[in-house]
């Protein structure tokens, strides 16, 4: 019984792992970590040490990784912190938006968090398209650690 307990909560955590790397207060990859870890607690799955290990390392790498990507897509092309906090603001309101919004609002937002740092139109959008590229790239490598996490706990619970 409480393997089954150990698989369903697994599979929550895998989905809700996938969700966390879209919405900024959900952290995906460490989710979809903890999903592993509850089926080879079960039955149902028994990872190599080698296995977990990278991909607990995976997880720490990324996990960490999305708090610089975006600040060094922001320096890169000359943003400020306002544009972060705006890229972060325009999220939010873009999920709401559906698929286009997650992509739209980040840099609507990453401009307007410019503009009221510095009232330059050239200056925000060159920095608010760094704060997205940032941002985007943050997003994909939470995405990509998730889904071979996914693959990985598909794969061993089949077999």
């Known amino acids: 019984m409480s393997d089954y307990v150990l698989l369903i909560l697994g599979i929550i955590l895998m989905i809700i792992g996938i969700i966390g790397c879209l919405v900024p ?27 977990l290990i990278a991909l607990g ?12 990507v975006p600040i060094w897509g922001t320096k ?21 938006l559906g698929p ?28 608010g398209f760094g704060s997205l590229l940032g941002f985007l790239t943050g997003i994909g490598l939470k995405l990509a650690a998730s889904f071979v996490m996914t693959y990985f706990f598909v794969k061993e619970w089949i077999a």
């Open 100 to 127: 286009a919004g997650i992509v739209i609002g980040p840099l609507v937002g990453a401009i307007v968090g410019e503009l009221i740092f510095k009232d330059d139109m050239k200056y925000a959008l060159k920095a």
């Open 57 to 68: 390392v995976v997880t720490l790498v990324v996990t960490v990784l999305d708090y610089f």
């Open 76 to 96: 890169k092309f000359g943003g400020s912190k306002y544009g972060i906090r705006g890229a972060t603001v325009g999220l939010i309101i873009g999920l709401f």
């Open 25 to 51: 207060v959900l952290p995906g990859p460490p989710l979809s970590y903890l999903g592993l870890l509850l089926l080879h607690f079960s039955r149902f799955g028994q990872f190599t040490p080698t296995v």
